[in-house]
C-alpha cells in the first residue's frame, strides 16, 4: 500500500510539474520565439529548477515540438471521433465553438503555432506531412460521406478545415488587428458568441450544410 500510495503521489507531482512546464514554455516561446527563449527562462517562470525541465522534457526542441502538437489536438479532439452517422451541423457547429474557445483561453498556443508555419515549420515537418495529414485526411473521409448523403455540398473537404482553422485563429493570432479596428481593449463573452455564431452561419450556408431528414436510413457500415 505504501508503494502504491508513494506512486500516485510522483505521478501527480509528474503531472503538476508538467503543466507548469509547458504553461511556462507556451509563454517563453510565443514571446521570444524557439532560438529567443532558454531553457532557464522557462524554468523561472515554472518556478522549477533547470534541471526539472530537461528531466521532464529532454531537450528545448523536445519541448517545443510538444508544445506545438499539443495545440494541434486541443484544436482538433472535437472532430477525432466523428462518423457519417453524426448530424454534421453539430459537429462542424461544435468545431467552430470550440476553435473560438480555444482562441481566447489559449491564445499564446495559437500564436506560437503560427509562428512557426509562417517561419517555414522546421520543426513541425515530420508532423504536417505525417500524422496531421493522416488525420485531416480521415476527417476528409467523412465529410465526402456527408456530401454523398446530399448533407453538405461537394465542396472540397481540406480546403472546408483549411477555413476553419484560419477564421477562428484568427482572433488569437491577429488579436492587436481586431482589437485596434473595433476599437476595444479586448473582446468579451457576448463578442466571442456574436463571433461564433457568425463563423457557423457563413460555413454552414456557404457549404449547404444540412441536417439529416428525420427518420433517415444511415450508410451501410
Known amino acids: 500500500m505504501a508503494n502504491s500510495t508513494t506512486e500516485q503521489e510522483a505521478g501527480a507531482i509528474r503531472r503538476r510539474n508538467e503543466r507548469a512546464i509547458l504553461q511556462a514554455a507556451e509563454g517563453a516561446f510565443a514571446c ?4 529567443g527563449a ?11 529548477p533547470k534541471s526539472n525541465v530537461l528531466y521532464y522534457m529532454g531537450s528545448k526542441r523536445r519541448l517545443y515540438v510538444r508544445l506545438l502538437e499539443r495545440m494541434m489536438s486541443r484544436w482538433n479532439a472535437i472532430l477525432d471521433n466523428i462518423s457519417p452517422d453524426d448530424d454534421p451541423v453539430e459537429v462542424i457547429s461544435a468545431f467552430i465553438r470550440a476553435k473560438i474557445r480555444l482562441s ?3 491564445p499564446e ?11 517555414g ?7 504536417l506531412q505525417g500524422d496531421l495529414r493522416d488525420w485531416v485526411e480521415s476527417r476528409a473521409v467523412v465529410l465526402r460521406q456527408w456530401a454523398e448523403r446530399g448533407l453538405i455540398d461537394p465542396v472540397n473537404p481540406v480546403w472546408l478545415i483549411f477555413l476553419i482553422w484560419s477564421s477562428t485563429q484568427h482572433y488569437a493570432d491577429f488579436e ?3 482589437l485596434g479596428i473595433t476599437g476595444r481593449q479586448s473582446l468579451d463573452d457576448d463578442d466571442l458568441e456574436d463571433i461564433t455564431q457568425f ?5 454552414v450556408k456557404g457549404c449547404g450544410i444540412r441536417r439529416p431528414a428525420a ?6 457500415s
Not at 32 to 35: A, F, L, P, S
Not at 215 to 220: E, L, Q, R, S, Y
Request: aromatic share 8%.
Open 32 to 35: 521570444h520565439g524557439y532560438r
Open 38 to 48: 532558454s531553457l532557464q527562462d522557462i524554468a523561472r517562470r515554472a518556478g522549477l
Open 104 to 106: 481566447r483561453s489559449h
Open 109 to 119: 498556443g495559437s500564436r506560437l503555432f503560427a509562428s512557426e508555419i509562417l517561419g
Open 121 to 127: 515549420a522546421p520543426f513541425l515537418q515530420e508532423y
Open 176 to 178: 492587436t488587428q481586431v
Open 199 to 203: 463563423l457557423i452561419q457563413v460555413v
Open 215 to 220: 427518420g433517415a436510413t444511415p450508410p451501410d
